[in-house]
């Protein structure tokens, strides 16, 4: 006998670019702005200009960096989304304050 249940996944709203993107709750920040109909991509590569996006979703490559909560420089791919974060795409480095 088969049972048919469907199992409810939590949720929370994150600000990306100031505009409100509902995801699934455990999942990383990086996640959550490159899944499907959302960003593609997490900044600009400072010298040519081309998208950029994370190679190793693991806190190897740099190449997730984002603006989150208005502090730069930050491996998106190591944060887990919470309720209400503010993230923004990194287009070049920043130094940190």
């Not at 996944?9 to 990306?16: K, S």
């Not at 991509?41 to 693991?58: E, F, I, Q, S, Y």
């Amino acid at each position: 006998m088969s049972t048919n249940t469907s199992i409810l996944q939590d949720t929370v709203t994150i600000y990306f670019e100031d505009e409100p993107l509902t995801v699934p709750a455990d999942i990383s920040v990086a996640a959550a702005v490159l899944g499907p109909g959302h960003a593609g991509h997490t900044g600009k590569n400072p010298v040519k200009g081309d998208n950029r996006a994370p190679v190793c979703l693991m806190g190897v490559c740099f190449e997730c960096m984002m603006e989150i909560d208005g502090v730069p420089n930050q491996q998106s791919c190591l944060v887990t989304v919470r309720e209400g974060m503010k993230v923004k795409r990194q287009n070049a480095m920043r130094e940190k304050y």
